[in-house]
Structure formats: C-alpha cells, structure tokens
C-alpha cells in the first residue's frame, strides 16, 4: 500500500495552515469577553451609585437622607483616587503571598501595550504557578476591580449610619482601603496570594468583599456606641420606596458582580448569572416566611432584605456551584440572615443600623462555607487546582481558613484604623448635632 503524497500547492499552503491552527495561536484580545467586562463594571459602579446609596438612604431617619447619601458617592471618589495611586498595585501585582509589589503605582505602565498599538492580553500574576491569562486588556480588568474596591468600603458605612463624623469617615474609608482591602484582595484573587495558592474558593467576593465589610462593620458599631435615643426613639426608615428601588438596583447590578467574575462572555458567566438569581429569589422567600411565621406579617423591608442576603451568599459560589445547589444557599442565608439581623442584634445589643454585619458579614460566612460543601468539581477549577473541587469536607476546612483569617484580620485592623482616625479627628458628633440630623450638620442641607 502506498502512501499519500503532500504536493507541492498542499507543501506552499502548510505553515499558513499551522499558523491558522488553535492549538498553535498565541491568545488574543477577545472584543466579546472586553465588551462583556466593560458591561460588568458600569453594572458594578451602579450597584454603589446609586443602588447602594439608594438602599441605605431608604433606610435611615428623614434628617440623615442626604448624608447617608453623600457617603456613598464621596467613597465612590475617595477609592477610585487611592487605587490608582497604590491600591490596585498592592492587590494584584505579584509581590509575595500577602500584598502585591509597587510596580502599578499610579497605574505606571498600564498603557504601553496600548500606546504601542498592541492588543495583548492581560496575564494576571505573570511568570508565578498560578498565572492566568485573560483576554482583555489590563485597563478594563483594572476597572473592574476598582468598582469591587468601591462598594466594599460602602457597605461598612451601613453599619454607623446617622452618627459618624464626615471627616472621619473620609480618613478611615482611605486607611481601610489601603490596609485591609487591598491586602485580603491579594490573599484570595492574586495567583500569588497565600490563598489563591491554598485553594480558597471565592468567586466573586465573599471572604474579600462580604466577610471583609460585614466584620469591619460590625467593629465600627462596637467601637462608635450607639445611636443617641437607640431602643427609645422612632428610629423607622423613612422611605422605603427609596430602599425598594436601591435594593432592585442591587439585584440588576450584582449580574455583573458575579457573571462578570468569569472575566469571559463564556459558559461559566452564564452558570454564575443563573445561580445568582436563583439564590437571590429563594433567600427573598426565605427570609420573607422567617418573618411571616415569627412576627405575623411579611414585611417589604425583610423581602429586600432577603434578597441582598441571597445576593451576598451566592457570591462566594456563584461560578462554582449548580443551580439546585443555589437554592440550598439562597433560603439557609435568608433564614439565617433573617436571624442575624433580627435577634442575634437585639440579644448582643449592639447597634449596626443597617444590618451591615448582619446581611454581609453573616451572609458572606455562610456563603463561603456553604461554598465548600455544594462546589462541583469541574466549575470550580482554578489554576491553583485544576482538577476543581468536589466540595465535602476537605474543602470546607480551606474556607474556614480564609474566613477566619478575614474575619480576624478584618477586625483587628478596622479597630486599629478607627481609634488612628479617632485621634486625628474624632468619630462622632456631639449628641446634640446628632439629634439635629447630619444632613443639616455636616453639609448644611436637607431633603424637604
């Protein structure tokens, strides 16, 4: 039997045809992955401005509307300026296992390749075990990432809504983002972080966003007191119409929270989207017939409650779990939340205004250890482990890891940084400012 020849046209055509071949293509941009992670940070910067400012504003008395307001959007400012100048470098440079080097500091070098008219992806922890190559440009993943940065500090403001000082809490909110945030950003999502490399699960910001804000939150509450006239005075949200449509916005805005993670347009950003809103609706039913059988009535507070809860569960999970799985998450998170926010505060007494440990903190806990227990092997494989992980017991213990790394890292260093910011300019106002309303004293103006 003879074989084939190759003629001479087939020979002329071979290195075209190699050069042509997948398994030989150097990885490009892709403009459907960068058009989707362009979506996902507009969708995440709205879930801060305005959801979340939206949500809190509903939530406080009528003299604090515009203060409360005014936190949000004057964090939304104060963070993106530190992480250009260092934050985004201490995160997710190489540098070592616990914060990134400098090489990014004011983003220096960030627009070579593009001045040189290349597109060349981006290679997330280049040249260590774990690097991934995604494909879109760096300034896009760097902006995605600073709308992560944005909203993590803004959650901790719910916590101390109607009695912190503005000045103080510009200072703290700067120190935080630089000490606490970006350094446990590092741990989890850079391939050099200690634990990235240990195989902690965190899709899309339970441990650094949830744990990280609610534990922070629940620190600020311990460490500022009570609100003047708390457990005496009417202290019920003014509008909840406003609360409704920060709450909703939340919910449209968190897609790109938690599909954007993928940082493709690709099957595992689908499954992320899919079980988000699954989770979302089972904790909103969750925390909603909590309430019905305890108290009687199901209130339009607890809904939306519960649906934030859902939405902070299934973060940490989002890319790693299957669709019945969320909604195991979605209703033990609004039941538990529901508990957190409702008698575990009344029988701690402490006061954390707006449930901001109790929703996040509490949520972000029992979403990264349920995490553990339900991830399916072949979504939850990262670089760190490629084979993914089953989910069981072995996986559980990770996540308790890195959550009790956060949650004590997180703690001590929010009490470091508010007694720093006490010193320099004290936390709270005078009880009679207090009374008055921040809107009047801290910014001169009011609602109505």
């Known amino acids: 039997m003879t074989r084939p020849r190759l003629s001479w046209g087939m020979a002329a055509l071979l290195p075209t045809l190699l050069a042509a071949t997948p398994a030989f293509a150097e990885p490009q941009i892709d403009s459907g992955d960068t058009a989707w992670m362009l979506t996902s940070t507009a969708l995440v910067l709205m879930m801060t401005i305005p959801g979340l400012a939206l949500f809190y504003a509903g939530m406080v008395r009528k003299k604090n509307i515009l203060a409360t307001m005014m936190q949000s959007f004057a964090i939304c400012c104060l963070v993106t300026i530190v992480w250009v100048v260092a934050g985004y470098s201490i995160a997710f440079t190489n540098g070592n296992a616990y914060m990134g080097d400098f090489s990014r500091i004011l983003l220096k070098g960030i627009g070579d390749n593009i001045s040189k008219g290349a597109d060349i992806p981006f290679t997330l922890g280049a040249g260590s075990p774990g690097e991934t190559v995604l494909t879109i440009p760096e300034t896009v993943y760097m902006m995605y990432q600073l709308t992560f940065a944005i909203i993590t500090p803004a959650l901790i403001a719910g916590a101390f809504a109607d009695r912190m000082k503005f000045s103080a809490m510009c200072i703290f909110m700067v120190l935080w983002s630089l000490f606490v945030y970006s350094p446990v950003a590092h741990w989890v999502w850079a391939p050099t972080g200690w634990a990235f490399g ?43 119409v406003y609360a409704v449509i920060g709450a909703s916005l939340l919910w449209v805005g968190w897609f790109g929270f938690n599909a954007g993670s993928a940082t493709a347009a690709n099957g595992r950003a689908g499954m992320a989207m899919a079980v988000t ?36 569960a299934i973060t940490p999970a989002s890319g790693f779990v299957l669709p019945g799985s969320s909604i195991i998450i979605g209703v033990v998170a609004g039941v538990v939340c529901f508990w957190g926010a409702t008698g ?79 010193a320099l300019v004290g936390l709270r106002l005078a009880p009679d400012e207090e009374r008055e309303g921040l809107d009047i004293v801290l910014h001169g103006e009011q609602v109505f």
Request: net charge negative; charged share 10%; glycine share 16%.
């Open 198 to 240: 240990l195989g902690v699960l965190d899709f899309a910001g339970g441990t650094v966003v949830h744990i990280n804000a609610g534990v922070a939150g629940l620190v600020c509450a311990l460490v500022l007191g009570k609100r003047v006239g708390y457990g005496s005075d009417n202290m019920a949200p003014h509008n909840l």
């Open 277 to 312: 809103q699954i989770a979302t609706a089972a904790a909103a039913l969750g925390w909603m017939f909590a309430e019905w059988i305890t108290k009687g009535k199901p209130s339009v507070l607890g809904a939306i409650s519960g649906a934030v809860a859902g939405l902070v």
């Open 344 to 422: 575990l505060k009344h029988m701690l007494g402490y006061d954390d205004s707006l449930d901001a440990f109790g929703v996040h903190g509490i949520g972000g806990i029992v979403g990264a250890l349920l995490t553990g227990i339900l991830s399916f092997g072949p979504l939850s494989a990262t670089d760190a482990t490629p084979d993914g992980s089953p989910g069981g017991l072995d996986q559980l213990k990770l996540q308790a890891i890195g959550v009790i790394t956060t949650v004590i890292y997180s703690g001590v260093m929010t009490a470091v940084l508010l007694y720093i910011t006490k």
